[in-house]
């Protein structure tokens, strides 16, 4: 089949949403692909612990230097200082009074501002602690009664430009465009074409490329690998930031303990119960999540723990009762034998956020003609080095605006001409069914590489082991994807082995530790 749309979005998150949203009130011609058959399923849904507001106690100037601090200085300043002067007001005006996106309250029914570690004051708007799954459902309704058109089970494999895919040949010496991507359907293994004046990519961060990551599997870095096969730019690829804690239990996977808790009072401990953060920072347990990464990554090494432990029980003050204001981990923790009301629970660093990614500007437009980028796909220089906490939903929010206002003010038709000499996907000759049991095994043995050599702690002698391991892993899978009849798994490994190796190359390019790219010396 071959569809055509003024805009195409890729990706359901908040970024994705509400650039949908704005081109829709614009009246622009709108579809929204995901390639989950739900919705939901997103990094967004899976936020917890809040998104930066507008509120009384903050300045622009206090903000910017949480911001900044956080990205050592080395953030792009227009996009610091566009963020703090628009975005937290974008909470109160777009999310709670639009599209009707409830928070926790206090006592006199104000927004629950919340803390967290490296914010010098408490400006976190909440949900409980599912803030990110009351966003999306909240903004998917909207989008619902809107009608905006929401294609779901729809895997994006690669995007489309003049001059990779045009069967005019005169298209290969005009300035590159994209006109639109070929997706798969992932219920009946067609792939169709879908032509756009704009694509707009919002497919979130690339977790599962990790052995340890807070992300859901879908995270897999689409977006970015199609940008960067059709020649977009893609920077800051060095900056993977870990979480310093998510639950370590053998049944419950991906799970995150936010750090909100250590905002509420929450301290690190080892097995003897011995508070250590006091020996990395002198933010102690409130320290960034990079040095927090680091310091358990460390006394677990140093002490040959498999992991460590987060006492909420010991230490919260706040007036909500620990079952309610940390209601989503509460009954997780529980679910799994912890009671974290009553004892410390055991967790671990894992992979949580990408501040790198596909380079685009203030208004989400990137390198390519007619592709823009928002969210964590993108890098627009916002994060820097490092990522502050409860920016990322607000970036996204931010982004997805900027963008949708700079399509609208510029709207684009496809040309029916050009894309009338785009072919549609050509299959090869022979495909074959591949043996699932290969593909999990590839993804299983790359995720293990990534951790291990381009990790927390990284040295140059691991960077390059890592990049001979994945350059022959990248054979391999490029030999299957050409053989394979696809399907999603195939696409997201082949997406999972080249953002592994646009890591993997920034790392060894950058031999300053800065920010969450962490460089061993002595080591390497
Ligand atoms: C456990 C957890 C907790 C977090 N907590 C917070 C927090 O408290 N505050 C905060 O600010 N940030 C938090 N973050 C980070 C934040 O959630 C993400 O950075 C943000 O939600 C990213 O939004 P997005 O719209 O860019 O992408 P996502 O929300 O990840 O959406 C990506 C979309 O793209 C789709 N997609 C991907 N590939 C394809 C493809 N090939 N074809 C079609 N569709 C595709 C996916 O299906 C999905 O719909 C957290 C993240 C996690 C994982």
Redesign the pocket.
């Given at each position: 089949m071959r569809y055509h749309y003024e805009s195409i979005i890729?990706?359901?998150?908040?970024?994705?949403?509400t650039c949908a949203i704005y081109l829709k009130k614009a009246g622009v011609d709108v579809v929204v692909?995901?390639?989950?058959q739900i919705?939901q399923?997103?990094?967004?849904?899976?936020?917890?612990?809040?998104?930066?507001a507008a509120c009384p106690d903050d300045t622009e100037e206090k903000l910017e230097h949480d911001v900044l601090l956080a990205g050592c200085d080395y953030n792009r300043l227009e996009a610091v200082k566009m963020f703090v002067r628009e975005a937290p007001q974008l909470v109160i005006d777009f999310l709670i009074n639009e599209a009707g996106v409830e928070f926790s309250r206090n006592s006199s029914g104000g927004i629950d501002y919340t803390g967290?570690a490296a914010h010098q004051i408490r400006r976190?708007a909440?949900f409980e602690d599912h803030?990110?799954d009351r966003i999306?459902t909240d903004l998917l309704s909207y989008a619902e009664t809107l009608g905006i058109k929401l294609v779901t089970g729809?895997?994006?494999?690669d995007l489309i430009t003049n001059n990779h895919h045009s069967s005019d040949t005169q298209e290969m010496y005009k300035p590159r465009e994209v006109l639109g991507l070929y997706?798969l359907n992932n219920s009946t293994g067609d792939v169709d074409a879908f032509f756009s004046g704009t694509v707009v990519i919002?497919?979130?961060?690339i977790?599962n490329i990790y052995q340890y990551?807070?992300?859901?599997v879908?995270?897999?870095g689409?977006?970015i690998s199609?940008a960067h096969r059709a020649g977009a730019n893609i920077i800051n690829a060095e900056f993977v930031q870990f979480?310093p804690t998510?639950l370590f239990h053998r049944d419950i996977k991906?799970?995150?303990i936010?750090?909100?808790l250590r905002g509420e009072g929450a301290r690190i401990k080892d097995h003897n119960g011995v508070e250590f953060m006091k020996d990395y920072s002198p933010f102690k347990d409130l320290a960034p999540r990079d040095i927090a990464s680091r310091a358990i990554f460390d006394r677990m090494s140093k002490t040959g723990c498999e992991y460590m432990f987060l006492d909420l029980a010991g230490n919260y003050k706040g007036p909500i009762p620990i079952e309610e204001r940390f209601s989503n981990t509460y009954k997780t923790c529980l679910k799994g034998g912890i009671d974290i009301t009553k004892e410390p629970i055991p967790v671990v660093p894992a992979e949580?956020?990408f501040c790198g990614g596909i380079k685009a500007d203030l208004d989400g437009s990137t390198s390519l003609s007619n592709l823009y980028a928002?969210?964590?796909?993108?890098c627009t220089g916002f994060h820097g080095a490092n990522r502050l906490?409860?920016?990322?939903?607000?970036?996204?929010l931010l982004w997805?605006k900027k963008a949708a206002e700079a399509i609208s003010a510029n709207r684009k038709s496809p040309d029916v001409k050009r894309t009338g000499r785009i072919p549609d996907w050509q299959d090869p000759a022979r495909t074959e069914e591949i043996d699932p049991i290969l593909v999990d095994q590839d993804m299983r043995a790359l995720q293990t590489t990534m951790w291990n050599y381009a990790g927390i702690i990284r040295t140059q002698k691991g960077l390059k082991r890592a990049m001979a391991d994945l350059n022959y892993f990248s054979y391999r899978i490029l030999k299957f994807y050409h053989q394979a009849k696809l399907n999603?798994r195939i696409?997201?490994l082949r997406?999972a082995s080249v953002c592994s190796n646009l890591i993997v190359d920034a790392a060894i390019r950058n031999s300053r530790s800065i920010g969450c790219h962490y460089i061993q010396k002595k080591m390497g």
């Open positions: 890729v990706g359901s998150g908040i970024a994705g949403l692909l995901t390639k989950n919705p399923e997103s990094n967004t849904y899976y936020a917890q612990g809040g998104i930066v967290e976190i909440h803030t990110g999306i729809y895997t994006a494999i997706a919002a497919t979130g961060g977790g990551t807070t992300n859901p879908s995270a897999t689409d977006g199609m979480h998510s991906r799970f995150l936010s750090e909100s949580h956020y928002i969210g964590e796909a993108s906490a409860s920016t990322s939903l607000l970036e996204g997805g999603t696409i997201e997406n």
